[in-house]
């Protein structure tokens, strides 16, 4: 008995140790920031390899996402001859929810992993120690440049997967369906917030991008110097992603749609 | 344990694998902190130094890693420039001619474009050493330099060493366990086991050391006071205890 206790124990400190770590670890990242943005051409590099290398998979998954919710949107408003609501349903559902989660859950699993090991892996073919022998901290090249551009990546891909998906839903929809092009429109333009939907939306994947990069960056620099380590290291950034971004949109929706 | 770097000189730590012969260089360099003692380079208190301080003293450093730690995202004359372009104002046909001078040096010019993992093992530890003296440092630290390098490369870093160290006017240190190889270069050598001492001195007054163990080790034989099996229960009771 007394052994479970002790197990329980050790690992909860072990949780909180590293707890610890990820906030100590996320303050000094911070600090460098400033420094990364100005470095302007290895913040380019990252853009390019967070966002614009991520597109292919998000254009492609908001294409078939959006086309599904055309098909499920319709099936379920033509019982109630509100077909015309198609527009709003599926720029509502992308906008408000599955654009910022799906694109974090996607950037997670091919940037985000890409990260860890790529961090992971410069630890162990001794990078980083390098780096700073020759006096450069390794947060202000290597981890604050992949943060900024996740963060900035986010959004810009939120919005790339909402409007592919709209397109999807309106291929669908409309051209398949028979749904009325106007109506598909107008309403969508009717019922769409600017600040209440489109704003929050974006609010929603700025959080996921600080939330998902951080986990990425974290567990590449935490990571265990060996092969194992590194393999470790890049399911958890999948795993704890996954989870970060679920909770954090659960909790993000109660504040800003929770009352209505 | 109290060891003493000469300036100007190849100081070479020696010993056994796993007796801290790295992490003797990690605290020099201030990667790790003492637990106890103190750590002086040039007059200064590496474990009480600041980090804007430490990165100052680390300009005057340099250090080869065991793997050459290329950096993979960068071609050879991208990994000699890096140092320039982060620490100097230089402009770039400076830092050019700096860096074909320091490729030159190892003999690697003509290599300049190629990426890390287009090098052999000694081809990276040339490039990395190239990179480890663009600024000039005071001092170098070599990390295992030989090992699982062939006769002809280590040869090669042998010549390296001694001359970038008498031309430059460097304080070298070289952690190793290649007894013959350091004992050619060195001008003095520390053999450390079980985190002290065990014997120092020029190579030759190693070679000529009466104790038993310096001997095992130099001479690499296989019995004496460094046992070769690690404590363990006697073989026959080991091998009897599942019949018991």
């Known amino acids: 008995m007394m052994g479970v206790f002790q197990r329980l124990g050790q690992w909860a400190l072990g949780m909180f140790q590293r707890l610890g770590r990820g906030h100590l670890f996320l303050l000094r990242v911070l600090s460098q920031v400033p420094m990364a943005v ?4 290895l913040l380019v590099q990252q853009l390019y390899f967070v966002g614009v290398l991520s597109l292919m998979i998000i254009a492609v998954s908001a294409l078939a996402v959006g086309m599904v919710l055309g098909l499920q949107g ?7 001859g509100a077909e015309a609501s198609l527009g709003p349903m599926v720029a509502l559902s ?18 985000g992993s890409a990260l860890t090991a790529e961090i992971g892996l410069m630890r162990v073919t001794e990078q980083l120690p390098s780096m700073e022998m020759m006096a450069v901290d390794p947060f202000r090249r290597v981890i604050a440049p992949r943060f900024v551009a996740g963060v900035l990546s986010m959004p810009l891909l939120a919005a790339v997967f909402s409007a592919v998906g709209i397109l999807g839903g309106y291929f669908v929809g409309v051209g398949l369906l028979g749904v009325d092009t106007g109506a598909f429109w107008s309403q969508m333009q009717a019922k769409v917030g600017f600040e209440e939907d489109i704003i929050n939306g974006v609010v929603k994947s700025i959080v996921f991008g600080v939330a998902v ?7 590449g620099y935490d990571a265990a110097p060996t092969t194992e380590g590194v393999s470790r290291a890049t399911t958890r950034t999948v795993v704890h992603s996954a989870f970060a971004v679920l909770g954090l949109d659960f909790i993000l929706t109660a504040l800003m749609f929770g009352g209505n | 344990m109290d060891l003493d770097i000469p300036r100007g000189k190849i100081t070479a730590i020696m010993g056994p694998s796993g007796t801290g012969k790295t992490t003797a260089l990690n605290l020099i360099g201030g990667q790790i902190y003492p637990s106890a003692g103190d750590v002086l380079v040039d007059g200064l208190s590496v474990p009480r130094l600041r980090r804007r301080e430490l990165f100052a003293l680390r300009k005057r450093m340099g250090m080869l890693f065991q793997s050459g730690a290329l950096f993979s ?6 990994n000699v420039a890096f140092p320039l372009r982060e ?23 003509g290599a300049r474009e190629l990426r890390p993992n287009q090098l052999s093992g000694g081809m990276s530890r040339r490039v990395a050493l190239a990179r480890a003296i663009a600024l000039d440092p005071m001092m170098m630290m070599y990390d295992e330099p030989f090992t699982g390098q062939d006769p002809i490369t280590v040869g090669v870093l042998m010549k390296l060493i001694r001359q970038l160290n008498d031309s430059l006017g460097m304080t070298s240190i070289i952690v190793s366990h290649d007894v013959q190889e350091v004992c050619a270069i060195s001008d003095y050598i520390y053999l450390i086991a079980d985190g002290q001492v065990m014997a120092s001195g020029t190579p030759d007054e190693l070679g000529r050391d009466a104790s038993e163990w310096v001997q095992q080790f130099m001479q690499g034989k296989p019995d004496g006071p460094a046992a070769f099996h690690f404590p363990a229960e006697d073989i026959a009771l080991d091998l009897l205890g599942e019949a018991r």
């Not at chain 1, 100005?38 to 051409?41: S, V, Y």
């Not at chain 2, 995202?73 to 991208?78: I, P, S, T």
């Open chain 1, 94 to 111: 992308l906008v408000r929810e599955l654009g910022p989660v799906l694109t974090a859950l996607l950037v997670a699993g091919r940037a």
């Open chain 1, 74 to 80: 319709y099936n379920t408003l033509v019982d109630f």
């Open chain 1, 213 to 219: 990069t951080w986990i990425a960056v974290f567990e």
């Open chain 2, 87 to 109: 620490h100097t104002d230089l402009p770039e046909p400076m830092i050019r001619d700096l860096v074909l001078m320091k490729l030159e040096a190892v003999g690697l010019r």
């Open chain 2, 73 to 78: 995202d960068l071609n050879v004359y991208d």
């Open chain 1, 38 to 41: 100005l470095d302007f051409r």
